[in-house]
């Protein structure tokens, strides 16, 4: 099946500093990607839609100055947390899904777990 | 809003036990229902979907069906195994191409 890797799969950082998660659609075109946040013992919760080679579409309450997402490629989006603040501690997941597809085909990353100190 | 509540776990079973994880949700209109997978270190695969009333998903020997008067798509599976071991999201998508609607999620721990 289709594979949708992402980088770090983990990352700690100070508080203040900016952090560039990376998802990749290994072997399929994604013109459309989604990131999603999940707090512990929580639902997955959408944040913003992307399709390649435009803005991203942020669902409300999402800073869009905060999560920085870029969909340059049709393989690949990065989502650069901003200022880092421990608030902003969770587990990212990207999914992805390629041109003509069926909206349940939808193919998920590992996600990154990310820790603000 | 749409929303979909499932059963806290985690949720530990002995090899070839019987697997219920309950699965109700709210929404508006005729949503299609999925089950999500999430074995470790891997992302979220689709299991099983339903796309209208009294439907029935089925793969690798589990099932789901759409109940609109209950408002339910419980999982189950007759015989667990070892591999079933895994985080499992039931999730629903009002229509067309919006977003997917998950619920929290339900840790399953199969001990042989």
């Known amino acids: 099946g289709a594979v949708v890797s992402q980088h770090p799969s983990w990352v700690i950082c100070k508080s203040g500093t900016s952090v560039k998660i990376e998802c990749r659609s290994l072997d399929f075109q994604a013109t459309t990607m989604f990131w999603y946040r999940q707090f512990p013992k929580q639902s997955l919760m959408l944040m913003a839609t992307?399709?390649?080679?435009?803005?991203?579409?942020?669902e409300q309450g999402v800073e869009k100055d905060k999560f920085l997402i870029n969909h340059a490629s049709l393989t690949l989006s990065t989502l650069t947390v901003t200022s880092a603040h421990p608030e902003d501690s969770s587990f990212y997941i990207c999914?992805?899904?390629?041109?003509?597809?069926?909206?349940?085909?939808?193919?998920f990353g590992p996600g990154t777990r990310l820790l603000v100190l | 809003g749409n929303s979909v509540t499932q059963m806290e776990g985690p949720v530990t079973l002995s090899e070839e036990a019987f697997l219920t994880i309950n699965c109700t949700y709210t929404a508006t209109g005729y949503p299609s229902l999925f089950w999500y997978v999430q074995y470790p270190g891997e992302g979220l695969q689709l299991l099983l979907k339903?796309?209208?009333?009294?439907d029935k998903g089925s793969n690798k020997g589990f099932e789901a069906t759409y109940r609109k008067e209950t408002t339910s798509f419980h999982l189950e599976k007759g015989s667990v195994q070892v591999s079933d071991s895994a985080v499992y999201f039931c999730a629903l998508r009002s229509s067309g191409n919006t977003p997917l609607v998950f619920g929290k999620g339900t840790r399953l721990s199969v001990i042989a």
């Open positions: 992307s399709n390649e080679g435009s803005k991203a579409t942020y």
């Open positions: 339903a796309t209208k009333a009294d």
């Open positions: 999914s992805a899904r390629a041109s003509g597809r069926a909206p349940e085909t939808q193919y």
